[in-house]
């Protein structure tokens, strides 16, 4: 099975900084044949199912604000909030996809208030 | 716009069969071009994707770690797919929700607002 490890747990950051957060694939998740990661990224907030992100590693979901880039191929992948919000305080999970080991979420991180 | 809406017993005894219904609005479930699967959290913690249903072709396709236990279907007169999980425990006790990957994209675009299941005597 392919492990995602996400870095840091949890994270404390001011309103107007940037957080990064990374995600670490046990096997490349890279498609040599059409050049896509299929990585994802999703936010969830308390109650709420999570809401996607970022997708292909670095495509943007429609909707979802400039702020958020997501970067990396391979094994390592970083979500980017550039410049933090009052409604960014939340959960991030990171999400793969394998045809071996289909559809498995990093553990989470939380964004807290610094 | 996609609606997905999970149903059913949010109780269940242990060793029994949990079983869940999503409704699907917006979008017809035999399209063929979405996998339909289920997704569960466990209180406090991380998700875990149990399995899919693809209408074209009617194949399904489950977690190692849950296929001896899972069936999920579709009934697409109803426009709703559904889950079965056999043998349940406290450990399957969780939140679970049904969503939506359109094919060889491999991430969920629509998800439903899950239902507490609690496996409990």
């Known amino acids: 099975d392919i492990v995602m490890t996400q870095s840091p747990d949890s994270l404390a950051v001011s309103l107007g900084e940037r957080a990064t957060i990374n995600c670490k694939s046990s096997q490349k998740i890279l498609y040599t044949s059409n050049n896509k990661n299929y990585l994802a990224w999703y936010q969830q907030k308390p109650g709420q199912p999570p809401k996607l992100l970022i997708y292909?590693?670095?495509t943007r979901e429609s909707g979802v604000p400039d702020r958020f880039s997501g970067s990396g191929s391979g094994t390592d992948f970083t979500l980017t909030i550039s410049s933090l919000q009052p409604d960014d305080f939340a959960t991030y999970y990171c999400?793969?996809?394998?045809?071996?080991?289909?559809?498995?979420f990093g553990q989470g991180t939380k964004v807290e208030i610094k | 716009q996609v609606q997905l809406q999970e149903s059913g017993p949010g109780l269940v005894k242990p060793s029994q069969t949990l079983s869940l219904t999503c409704t699907v609005s917006g979008g017809s479930i035999s399209s063929g071009d979405y996998y339909w699967s289920w997704i569960r959290q466990p209180p406090g913690k991380g998700l875990e994707w149990i399995g899919y249903?693809?209408?074209?072709?009617?194949?399904?396709y489950y977690n190692p770690s849950l296929k001896s236990r899972v069936t999920i279907s579709a009934d697409t007169s109803r426009n709703q797919f559904s889950l079965r999980l056999n043998s349940v425990t406290a450990a399957d006790t969780a939140v679970y929700y049904c969503?939506?990957?359109?094919?060889?994209?491999?991430?969920?675009?629509?998800w439903g607002q899950g239902t507490l299941v609690t496996v409990s005597s």
């Open positions: 969503a939506r990957d359109l094919e060889r994209a491999y991430y969920f675009d629509y």
């Open positions: 999400q793969q996809f394998n045809t071996y080991s289909p559809w498995t």
């Open positions: 249903i693809y209408y074209s072709g009617g194949t399904s």
């Open positions: 292909w590693a670095s």
